[in-house]
């Protein structure tokens, strides 16, 4: 039985197939976009070189089928930041929808920054390694490799980073507006933040006055975490705390949250306000006034009995 004969694929020197990037490979990108249009299953059409933005000059600029402009970029070598400088500059010029980036040899922190740049715009980004390549004595052929492209759920993702940045804008707003008002002394210092919560310390060290905020409610706040391996001191002062109980409640003026979070590090003593970030903005003033009040009679109730813990320096 005869030995089946069965080539071996090699790989060429890019600069042996294509001598110069825009003369020679973007020129043969621009007519056989074909090849681009396969590796990526999209199809591109009507492809024009060196489009200007601003001072700089775009390889290519091509339309989708729905006739969004896409911007590529070639790279016949390793990816560098002045090459996403300008591609990410480019998309912005032309309010393009797609970015394409084709390199001979795609360097990690890249491959990391094109992902990002998916998942956190509307844009959607293609990050591509160019090979040349022949089997024996063929002529050389292009070998295209996608190493980033968009997810199919992008609008998804799209939307729910735009979601989580309204949420953040929202959250700085309403605390720039709390730490703001003149009775809320003890977090007037405090630079306002994005997150769900600030806080101050008590002057007990790992023991903070902090405020929360969710989207229907607020609540003003002993939270008690002395660090890493003091579970048991977080414990045994809130132990001392509860021993009290009554006392601190009597001087609040009312019930307490008294939350020993056995399954966690920390502990809590809480007390909740009605009515949070998404609480319609005319009725902010309202909750907050409460809020700072509440805060401001916990302080109160608390401080006392925090003078007298048993604790580690």
Not at 150 to 179: C, G, H, M
Not at 232 to 261: C, M, P, V, Y
């Amino acid at each position: 039985m005869s030995k089946l004969a069965i080539g071996r694929l090699e790989r060429v020197a890019l600069r042996d197939v294509w001598k110069h990037e825009a003369y020679d490979f973007t020129q043969w990108l621009q007519d056989n976009v074909d090849v681009l249009n396969e590796a990526l299953n999209i199809t591109l059409v009507n492809v024009d070189r060196e489009q200007a933005a601003g001072s700089f000059s775009i390889d290519l600029v091509a339309e989708d089928e729905g006739g969004g402009k896409v911007i590529i970029e070639n790279q016949l070598e390793k990816s560098n930041h002045d090459h996403l400088g300008k591609l990410i500059t480019y998309l912005t010029a032309l309010n393009a929808r797609t970015a394409i980036w084709i390199v001979s040899e795609p360097r990690p922190e890249h491959v990391a920054a094109m992902s990002w740049l998916n998942d956190s715009s509307p844009a959607r980004f293609y990050l591509l390694k160019v090979e040349a390549v022949r089997i024996g004595d063929s002529l050389p052929a292009p070998m295209l490799t996608v190493i980033v492209g968009p997810a199919e759920d992008k609008s998804d993702i799209a939307k729910t980073n735009k979601e989580f940045a309204e949420r953040y804008d929202i959250r700085q707003r309403w605390w720039t507006l709390l730490v703001g008002r003149p009775e809320a002394k003890l977090h007037a210092h405090i630079s306002p933040g994005i997150y769900s919560w600030i806080g101050t310390s008590s002057g007990v060290r790992g023991l903070g006055l902090n405020y929360a905020v969710t989207q229907d409610q607020s609540s003003a706040e002993l939270y008690i975490d002395r660090g890493k391996n003091n579970e048991a001191e977080n414990k045994a002062a809130f132990d001392q705390l509860l021993a009290h109980k009554a006392e601190i409640e009597t001087a609040f003026g009312g019930a307490l949250s008294w939350e020993r979070l056995d399954a966690k590090r920390a502990c809590r003593i809480r007390a909740s306000v009605e009515g949070g970030y998404r609480s319609p903005e005319d009725q902010w003033d309202t909750i907050q006034a409460n809020l700072v009040t509440t805060m401001n009679r916990l302080d109160q109730a608390l401080k006392p009995h925090l003078k007298t813990l048993r604790l580690s320096a």
